[in-house]
């Protein structure tokens, strides 16, 4: 997730992309340019934040009342000068911001360097000005528009040539882009917050819109060139607002960007019916000389790996665990070159989890780091990366990540089945059409919130609270219970169902709360008798169940419905109202939901 910016008028242009990037940081600050048309086309970026491009551009004088601005958050090529945005086509005479990802830019830079063009970056973007300019014949909203037409993945662009100094094109695929209506001025960014301050009128602009943009006017235009409607609507929210998309903390707008997460780690992963992931470097050889695999990480990552170790059992039948890295990494873990590490953080700078990778692979341990941020330090060390691409996390208490995390870990162990020959057809097949359905079930429950909130205003007084499961659903115990804590600050434990009675079960009174996570289908019958052995103490139970698992009705005080999802891919969206109830636990509270005390979002210390 990126956030770019762009303005003509009759201002200079500098500023005003400055300050829009500025109220962007939040979806992207690896690295930031601005490319404007005055004398000349002038481009000046750097790796690092906003702040950083300023001083970089505190020595320099650049006039102009066009422009475009960029902050980054990477996803091909490690944050740096070069594959900062803007991107210059070969003859520097178009430039182009971006954000998303372009699927087929291999193919298209392949094709391009056969043509004899030369490339700068490393980055999927860099393929857009080019292939432009391939098209270009003195009108850039045609070249634009054949040139996009190419591209597979998702982009939100705005390009500027400098034989056109009275207008810039942007065009609309996926990633999210509104226009800003001023007078004798236009304005266009990746969302509203950095429009705000100059204009309240703002088109959002449609999947398929390519709009061509003037100082006095804006012409919008499908793909075929005919020039469509769009609604100016009237936007009064305070920029603060703005940021937070209109909800009330970042943790519930990132768990309600979970279906759009959930889409873009899938990206390139599921084609058809097939399951592939490009980036992953094991030979069928290598992997066969795999005979255990570990996960190690921290906290929310951590449960990720719990379910990671499930599935690795399952389906490439290699003894598998999940381990605490702090504890992991002050054992003497018997690893050699046939023990495979998956590393998961989503900071990639947690200094337990790099602790942990360093020991593994001193003792000979292929690595294979599961992250989010490009260009953090678990994936410059471990052998293979495999980015999740869920965008800059803001809260402290992780909820995208984990759902990015437990999808991609899924598809590699798919995948790795698929390689060693262990996963039929037919079950890859269905397995894609089960992914492709996520986006709609995480949907699902999201829209239902309002299920949950009230389920929460009915648990005042709750002081404790436990989570049991079993097998996917125990993982997910875990995960439900660590957010409860984090940001309510009430005391919640996650347990295996089975394990109740050998202890647990003393504690609980009326006063308990439990939730019962039931969704495992082959335990189905199990977790509901420990349910039953929680009512007969009198604790209050909510469970999490399939939809059609209605005999649960008779036992449990509430039931939360989940939409039927294969058992090995429902931790993806079944996590989702675990995390809606401890964000409306501590709402209910008041509490500060997107910095909980004494936590910190990336614990670089030990
Ligand atoms: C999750 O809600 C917490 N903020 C914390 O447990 C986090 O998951 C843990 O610190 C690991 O961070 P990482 O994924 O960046 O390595």
């Known amino acids: 997730m990126c956030g770019i910016v762009g303005y003509i008028g009759d201002k200079e242009a500098l500023p005003i992309l400055i300050d829009g990037l500025k109220k962007l940081e939040y979806r992207g600050y690896d690295s930031a340019g601005i490319a404007i048309i005055g004398k000349d086309l002038t481009v000046v970026k750097t790796q690092g934040r906003i702040s950083d491009l300023e001083k970089k551009l505190s020595t320099e004088e650049i006039q102009g009342t066009i422009g475009i601005g960029h902050t980054r958050w990477?996803?091909?090529?490690?944050?740096?000068?070069?594959?900062?945005?803007?991107?210059?086509s070969e003859s520097k005479n178009i430039v182009v911001v971006h954000n998303g990802i372009i699927e087929n830019y291999i193919e298209i830079k392949k094709m391009l360097?056969?043509?004899?063009?030369?490339?700068?970056?490393?980055?999927?973007?860099?393929?857009?000005?080019?292939?432009?300019?391939?098209?270009?014949?003195?009108?850039?909203?045609?070249?634009?528009?054949?040139?996009?037409?190419?591209?597979?993945?998702?982009?939100?662009?705005?390009?500027?040539?400098?034989?056109?100094?009275?207008?810039?094109?942007?065009?609309?695929?996926?990633?999210?882009?509104?226009?800003?209506?001023?007078?004798?001025?236009?304005?266009?960014?990746?969302?509203?917050?950095?429009?705000?301050?100059?204009?309240?009128?703002?088109?959002?602009?449609?999947?398929?819109?390519?709009?061509?943009?003037?100082?006095?006017?804006?012409?919008?235009?499908?793909?075929?060139?005919?020039?469509?409607?769009?609604?100016?609507?009237?936007?009064?929210?305070?920029?603060?607002?703005?940021?937070?998309?209109?909800?009330?903390?970042?943790?519930?707008?990132?768990?309600?960007?979970?279906?759009?997460?959930?889409?873009?780690?899938?990206?390139?992963?599921?084609?058809?019916?097939?399951?592939?992931?490009?980036?992953?470097?094991?030979?069928?050889?290598?992997?066969?000389?795999?005979?255990?695999?570990?996960?190690?990480?921290?906290?929310t990552a951590y449960h990720a790996g719990l379910v990671g170790r499930y599935l690795v059992e399952k389906y490439l039948k290699i003894p598998s665990t999940a381990e605490v890295a702090s504890e992991f990494r002050y054992r003497d873990p018997v690893i050699d070159k046939h023990t495979l590490l998956f590393v998961v953080s989503q900071s990639g700078e947690t200094a337990d989890t790099?602790?942990?990778?360093?020991?593994?692979?001193?003792?000979?341990?292929?690595?294979?780091?599961?992250?989010?941020?490009?260009?953090?330090?678990?994936?410059?060390?471990?052998d293979n990366v495999i980015y999740i691409h869920a965008g800059p996390e803001i809260a402290v208490a992780s909820t995208k990540a984990y759902v990015a995390q437990v999808e991609v870990i899924a598809l590699i162990v798919l995948y790795m089945a698929k390689i060693l020959g262990c996963l039929e057809t037919e079950e890859e097949k269905h397995l894609a059409k089960e992914f492709n359905a996520l986006?709609?079930?995480?949907?699902?429950?999201?829209?239902?919130?309002?299920?949950?909130?009230?389920?929460?205003?009915?648990?005042?007084?709750?002081?404790?609270?436990?989570?049991?499961?079993?097998?996917?659903?125990?993982?997910?115990?875990?995960?439900?219970?660590?957010k409860l804590k984090e940001i309510s600050y009430i005391h919640a434990e996650g347990y295996p169902a089975g394990e109740l009675k050998h202890g647990p079960l003393a504690l609980i009174t009326p006063n308990s709360l439990v939730i019962a996570i039931n969704t495992y289908k082959p335990l189905r019958e199990?977790?509901?008798?420990?349910?039953?052995?929680?009512?007969?103490?009198?604790?209050?139970?909510?469970?999490?169940?399939?939809?059609?698992?209605?005999?649960?009705?008779?036992?449990?005080?509430?039931?939360?419905?989940?939409?039927?999802?294969?058992?090995?891919?429902?931790?993806?969206?079944?996590?989702?109202?675990?995390?809606?109830?401890?964000?409306?636990?501590?709402?209910?509270?008041?509490?500060?939901?997107?910095?909980?005390?004494?936590?910190?979002?990336?614990?670089?210390?030990?």
């Open 439 to 482: 986006y709609d079930r995480a949907n699902n429950i999201i829209q239902r919130c309002g299920e949950i909130a009230d389920f929460v205003s009915t648990t005042k007084n709750i002081e404790e609270t436990f989570y049991i499961g079993r097998n996917l659903d125990f993982a997910l115990s875990l995960e439900g219970a660590l």
């Open 113 to 299: 360097i056969k043509e004899g063009k030369v490339f700068r970056s490393e980055t999927d973007t860099e393929v857009i000005p080019y292939l432009i300019e391939e098209f270009y014949e003195g009108d850039l909203l045609k070249a634009v528009n054949k040139a996009t037409d190419l591209l597979e993945g998702s982009y939100a662009i705005a390009v500027m040539s400098k034989n056109e100094r009275d207008r810039f094109i942007v065009v609309r695929k996926d990633s999210p882009l509104v226009l800003g209506v001023g007078d004798h001025e236009n304005f266009v960014a990746s969302d509203i917050p950095a429009l705000l301050q100059y204009t309240k009128d703002i088109i959002i602009l449609e999947n398929g819109d390519i709009a061509d943009i003037h100082k006095d006017s804006y012409t919008i235009y499908d793909r075929d060139l005919k020039p469509i409607r769009r609604n100016i609507q009237r936007i009064d929210w305070k920029i603060e607002d703005a940021q937070k998309g209109g909800f009330k903390h970042f943790m519930l707008k990132e768990i309600f960007e979970e279906p759009n997460v959930i889409k873009e780690a899938m990206r390139g992963r599921i084609k058809g019916d097939s399951i592939e992931i490009p980036e992953l470097k094991l030979t069928k050889e290598e992997l066969s000389s795999i005979n255990q695999v570990y996960f190690v990480a921290c906290g």
């Open 526 to 606: 199990k977790t509901l008798s420990n349910i039953k052995e929680v009512k007969a103490r009198g604790g209050k139970v909510l469970a999490i169940a399939e939809e059609g698992n209605s005999n649960i009705e008779e036992v449990a005080d509430r039931v939360f419905y989940v939409p039927k999802t294969r058992d090995d891919l429902a931790p993806i969206v079944n996590i989702i109202p675990l995390q809606l109830i401890a964000y409306y636990m501590a709402e209910t509270r008041g509490l500060d939901i997107d910095k909980p005390r004494n936590l910190a979002k990336s614990v670089t210390v030990e």
């Open 354 to 382: 790099l602790a942990a990778l360093r020991l593994g692979k001193a003792k000979g341990a292929k690595t294979i780091g599961i992250v989010n941020v490009v260009g953090s330090s678990v994936s410059r060390e471990v």
């Open 74 to 88: 990477a996803t091909h090529g490690i944050p740096n000068d070069i594959n900062a945005h803007p991107h210059f």
